[in-house]
């Protein structure tokens, strides 16, 4: 069988972890957290990279530095991952779906500015499958109403927007190292701070609202309880695993673009014919090969094609239930005009297998069998 994903594994990850045991410091903050944060910083030019214990906490984080309150509300997609919702949910915020664009299958940027209300405080934008979304439009619009822009950019980990690192160009961006993302730590993320004003309040809400990352730099001989905070920091043993990772980035961006463009070509005779779909990548837009998703034409063929795949020993998985249909969607937000594209979209649309170490022949028989399929 062939799984839609396997856990990156350079080779490394055994030794830095011995190493992290060996130098006594597998609690938070130790030398693998810090050679992260300074790669993240140094590649993607953020002031800021706090790793934290996932990419749902980083969005936590955004919204308890962005004073989020009961009432509050938050633009974002309806198709997303759970996290993106919940972070706000949790401050009592009600999340406002607007609907996506089918080409990229990201936040809709035209429909944002009619979602807007007096209780509206942030923007969310998912850069889905590490294609950035229409980051100036948003921006300008943030900058109007004076809102907040939180990037969900757990997906988006060295991809870029015109030049600008996915997670860098709004206020707060969100990492995710979990095990299906192009780096993983096991469980894992990172918080991006764009305003320098912003790092110390973040780094006290990380340590239970103490003071010790500025302790342990000695800028203060104790360290006290400060503020309301909580435990988002990863132990050091998960960082030696995402260095080895973030050490061999560029090797596996590669790999992985390689089965991605490798995808692309052998599909588009199928694209061309008018039997599936293909993702899109808009100008000025860097993708990380985060994901190969094709559209079949509804809900039924998509059934049928999985069905396929799985009795030729290929694993595809579609993702995701959209946020207003499910039971938590429908009791804590609204979905703000016409669903579209939402829902009629996310039941056309399977993701094939992709991850680091999918051989060409893999890649091959895959596309092949989805021709097979379609009996081309
Ligand atoms: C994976 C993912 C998350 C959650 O990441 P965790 O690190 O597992 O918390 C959030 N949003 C999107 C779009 C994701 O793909």
């Not at 693998?32 to 706090?50: D, H, M, Q, R, V």
């Not at 915020?93 to 500015?113: H, Q, S």
């Not at 595809?316 to 005009?337: C, E, S």
Request: charged content about 25%.
């Amino acid at each position: 069988m062939i799984g839609f994903n396997v856990a990156p594994f350079t080779g490394k990850e055994f030794d830095y972890i011995r190493e992290a045991i060996s130098a006594e410091h597998i609690c938070g903050d130790g030398m693998f957290t810090k050679k992260c944060s300074a790669w993240i910083e140094e590649k993607t030019g953020t002031p800021k990279a706090l790793l934290t214990t996932s990419c749902t906490h980083a969005t936590e984080m955004a919204a308890l530095l962005l004073d989020i309150q009961p009432g509050d509300e938050v633009i974002m997609p309806a198709y997303t991952f759970v996290s993106t919702a919940d972070a706000f949910v949790l401050r009592g915020a009600t999340p406002v779906f607007v609907d996506v664009r089918p080409d990229t299958m990201n936040m809709d940027e035209k429909l944002i500015e009619a979602a807007i209300t007096e209780k509206t405080k942030a923007i969310v934008p998912v850069h889905y499958a590490g294609v950035s979304c229409e980051m100036d439009t948003i921006m300008a619009i943030a900058k109007k109403y004076h809102l907040a822009v939180v990037e969900d950019a757990a997906q988006g980990v060295c991809a870029w927007y015109k030049g600008r690192a996915l997670g860098t160009i709004g206020d707060y961006g969100c990492y995710s190292f979990h095990e299906t993302k192009n780096f993983s730590m096991g469980e894992g993320g990172a918080l991006l701070i764009r305003d320098p004003k912003q790092i110390e309040n973040a780094e006290i809400l990380r340590e239970k609202g103490t003071n010790r990352s500025k302790f342990f730099r000695g800028q203060i001989d104790k360290y006290t309880w400060v503020n309301y905070g909580s435990s988002y920091l990863p132990s050091d043993m998960n960082a030696a695993y995402l260095w080895a990772q973030l050490e061999a980035a560029e090797l596996i961006n590669a790999d992985r673009m390689g089965s991605w463009n490798r995808y692309y070509e052998m599909l588009s005779t199928l694209a061309d014919a008018g039997c599936i779909e293909l993702p899109f990548v808009p100008d000025g837009c860097e993708h990380n090969a985060h994901m190969f998703w094709i559209k079949a034409a509804d809900l039924e063929e998509r059934t049928r094609l999985i069905a396929f795949l799985k009795e030729q020993g290929i694993q595809t998985v579609f993702h995701y239930i959209p946020l207003h249909t499910a039971p938590a969607g429908q009791k804590f937000g609204r979905f703000n005009g016409e669903d579209r594209y939402t829902t009629k979209e996310s039941e056309r649309l399977l993701r094939l297998p992709m991850y680091y170490g999918l051989k060409e022949e893999q890649v091959q028989y895959i596309a092949g069998k989805v021709r097979e399929f379609y009996g081309k």
